[in-house]
């Protein structure tokens, strides 16, 4: 089984940074793909930034070069340096790990998601 911890968010003025913090640990064999991604009220998740096998990463279209994501090498502790907020990034965050247990089971695993709001 995997675990995964989040830590960071809360409220912050627009123009503000932020950095969200998430680990996982337990059963890991191997990590694939980790990402962070977000959920505002009435909306649908979705992605933030990601990082995959190939160390490649992706942002979401509004991110707009203010986020950056990084992660150690072997893709258990990942983090999300936001700057220049704005209110539009006000949602719940949620870090996401894929990978495969030591007996070669695929895991499918997320934080329990942290409130980042932005607002004057």
């Known amino acids: 089984q995997v675990q995964v911890e989040q830590s960071g968010g809360g409220l912050v003025e627009p123009g503000g940074s932020l950095r969200l913090s998430c680990s996982a640990s337990g059963s890991i064999s191997g990590i694939h793909h980790t990402g962070w991604y977000r959920q505002a009220p009435g909306k649908q998740r979705e992605l933030v930034a990601g990082?995959?096998?190939?160390?490649?990463?992706v942002y979401g279209d509004f991110v707009q070069g203010r986020f950056t994501i990084s992660r150690d090498n072997f893709g258990t502790t990942m983090y999300l340096q936001m700057d220049n907020l704005k209110p539009d990034d006000t949602a719940v965050y949620y870090c996401n790990y894929q990978g495969k247990t030591p007996d070669l089971r695929d895991f499918n695993s997320w934080g329990q998601g942290t409130q980042v709001t932005v607002s004057s």
């Open positions: 990082i995959n096998g190939a160390h490649r990463t």
